[in-house]
């Protein structure tokens, strides 16, 4: 049986210590690293090794008995949450590490709600029980109110016998388990089974304890997981061939390695697969053992592999019969930061580095305007720290990188049509877009109204292409745009000198023409935030809440904790973190998530703020042709010039 096993943790609380005792009870390694010590088997890179903490999702193998695992260790740093989230797609089981001294932290709530969004089945361990100041009964009831109250004391159950809490609490979740346990009818076999369907359901979340460092609780709950994690692959192995990519990365001679799980059927090196660039034939198979790599002959349903290749295919894509398919991620990024390599650098050296570094992770969008500024996304300071390490040990960059800034977004706020025309010598062609507001959350859509006998299908295709193939800067600060329906209504081609690059041309005139025209919102993150603080520090915190603008739900009381929830501006609440342990004396969880963009009440101080001229880059203007020359229009003159006649 094969099973795909996710570790997961808030940072600190041991988990790349549980994952050598693991490997290393199940004969996976011959030794035990340790993080302080810098040898810590699934922390390869030497960044990983340094700082101590995980940065990069890694995989090990382990066999026990007839059951083959793959280990995917994730990283716990909240900065790095969408290396961890792009695994759970491809994970039949969870184990998430929870400090029996710290209990449930803020980044373990944000795990626990990605876990139940993509439905994983989670085993808890409750590691650090050897520390004097450690309360599993405290942790247990927390974990409870906190996560949820189907979680489970399962100490005394080591995969071969239960006590009698663990009896009792799967025959509370299987009606007929109840009835014979009533009459007194318990057996191991069938209490197993109803565990493991119990399990996989989500009905129960079994809590383990031990302490990672010396090792105590680790062989009963490797047991435990043994006996209770089923998985049904076999099932699916004459299906056809279907896969999810979980991870990119590039090797040391920079090709690209797409790692995959193989979901049925199977796959062969030169076997021709689906993806979402069209079909592609694979080529060497390797399976990934910390850093060592083996090759493959065949991969079958419920497999972890990687290959070289596969140009087009992203973390999230599904390949063979679920090309097409993509698991996007529910993290999202809300600063972005400048970067720079310094005068030496050339902006296409410096674009190639940062385009691989996007590759492994898209969430990072970079982004390069007309007048060359090149900008990325980021979760925070951490994360810009460790790009500037891995730019400079992989392709030798020094970057510097300019404060970071709030994510703002763009929009409009009633119609307006944008005429984008491009007709240097020899080069010809136009578009009319009509631009709408679409639906908050709805991102660029776009629809042709233009028929084929005013310009061929190929042309309106390109357009389309051309609409989606970049993010389109807003008017007032250059933020991007979003939630606008772009309708194409009209446009013209030459039959001698259009070419695809002037459809290009035209369309981005088009659009900002359209967005000079309209009235433009600025929209800016409103996050959903939870906070959890002792008692004493609630009157501190509600007047932080009010003074940030922040709108809140009714407070509740949990012991001696206060638990408050509601939404507040991003621009107002990133800083509050740091604060935040001020006030509750490192005491208090914090955890918040974009809930939704809504437009900003007084934009104007952001706007100056910007400094953004939209007639400097991302002309809205158009070029048209005369005595053999060709000639600027301003963009509020063009509707003047232009060829296609349209009654609007």
């Known amino acids: 049986m094969k099973k795909t096993i996710g570790i997961l943790a808030h940072v600190d609380a041991g988990k790349t210590t549980f994952s050598e005792q ?17 040898d810590a088997f699934l922390d390869l890179h030497p960044v990983e090794r340094e700082r101590g903490i995980t940065v990069f999702s890694d995989q090990a193998v382990m066999d026990l ?40 932290q803020s980044h373990t709530e944000t795990i626990w709600h990605l876990l139940e969004s993509y439905n994983v089945p989670v085993l808890i361990f409750v590691n650090k029980c050897d520390r004097p100041d450690a309360d599993f ?31 009792e609490a799967v025959a509370e979740r299987d009606e007929a388990l109840l009835d014979r346990l ?21 009905c129960i979340f079994p809590a383990f304890a031990g302490a990672a460092l010396t090792g105590e609780g680790i062989d009963r709950f490797l047991h435990a997981m043994d006996a209770i994690t089923d998985t049904s692959y076999d099932a699916h192995a004459a299906e056809p061939f279907s896969a999810r990519v979980y991870k990119l990365r590039h090797d040391d001679s920079g090709a690209r390695m797409v790692y995959l799980k193989v979901l049925s059927g199977s796959l062969a090196p030169r076997q021709e697969i689906a993806t979402p660039a069209g079909p592609c034939k694979v080529g060497e198979l390797r399976l990934r053992h910390g850093g060592r790599s083996l090759p493959v002959a065949e991969a079958r349903a419920g497999d972890l592999i990687c290959l070289a290749g ?7 894509d599904g390949l063979g019969a679920l090309s097409g398919t993509h698991a996007a991620l529910r993290t999202e990024p809300l600063l972005q930061i400048s970067v720079d390599a310094g005068p030496q650098v050339s902006r296409t050296k410096l674009m190639q580095a940062l ?43 020094q970057l510097s990188f300019g404060p970071p800034r709030i994510l703002y977004m763009e929009t409009i706020a009633a119609p307006a049509v944008g005429i984008g025309h491009y007709e240097p010598l020899k080069h010809y062609a136009e578009v009319w877009l009509r631009l709408s507001p679409g639906p908050r959350g709805s991102g660029v859509t776009f629809e042709s109204k233009c028929h084929v006998d005013n310009l061929a299908l190929n042309w309106q295709r390109l357009i389309e292409t051309h609409v989606f193939e970049r993010t389109h800067p807003g008017v007032l600060t250059g933020a991007p745009l979003t939630d606008v329906h772009v309708e194409l209504i009209a446009g013209r081609a030459h039959l001698k000198h259009t070419e695809g690059g002037d459809f290009r041309q035209a369309t981005y005139r088009a659009i900002r023409n359209g967005l000079m025209q309209a009235r433009s919102l600025l929209l800016e993150p409103i996050v959903r935030f939870s906070l959890r603080m002792p008692s004493e520090c609630y009157g501190k915190v509600t007047g932080d809440l009010v003074r940030m603008h922040a709108q809140t739900g009714e407070s509740r009381m949990l012991d001696n904790w206060m638990c408050v929830e509601g939404e507040c501006p991003f621009r107002e609440f990133y800083a509050y973190p740091e604060a935040f342990r001020a006030a509750t004396h490192g005491r208090g969880s914090l955890n918040y998530s974009l809930a939704r963009y809504a437009p900003v009440e007084k934009p104007d101080e952001i706007i100056r703020e910007a400094h953004y001229n939209p007639l400097e880059v991302d002309s809205p203007d158009s070029v048209f042709c005369s005595h053999g020359a060709g000639y600027s229009v301003p963009w509020n003159e063009v509707r003047a010039h232009a060829h296609c006649q349209v009654e609007l």
């Open 22 to 38: 693991i490997l290393y009870r199940g004969g996976a390694i011959r030794s035990l690293g340790r993080v302080d010590h810098r």
């Open 310 to 316: 596969l140009a087009g295919v992203a973390p999230g």
């Open 65 to 104: 008995g007839a059951n083959r695992y793959y280990w995917l260790d994730t990283p716990g740093h909240m900065d790095f949450s969408s290396e961890m989230e792009r695994v759970l797609p491809v994970l039949d089981c969870a184990v998430l590490i929870v400090s029996c001294v710290e209990g449930v």
């Open 355 to 397: 385009r691989m570094l996007e590759e492994e992770d898209p969430e990072l969008r970079v982004e390069c305007n007309d007048g060359g500024d090149v900008r990325l996304r980021v979760m925070g300071g951490i994360q810009t720290e460790i790009l500037g390490r891995l730019a400079l040990d992989r392709f030798g960059l």
């Open 182 to 202: 009533v009459e007194g009818a318990y057996d191991f076999e069938s209490w197993r089974a109803g565990l493991a369907k119990a399990l996989a359901e989500r």
């Open 137 to 167: 009964d405290a942790c247990l009831n927390s974990m409870r109110r906190l996560l949820s109250p189907d979680i489970a004391d399962f100490r005394g159950f080591d995969g071969a016998q239960m006590d009698e809490n663990a009896i």
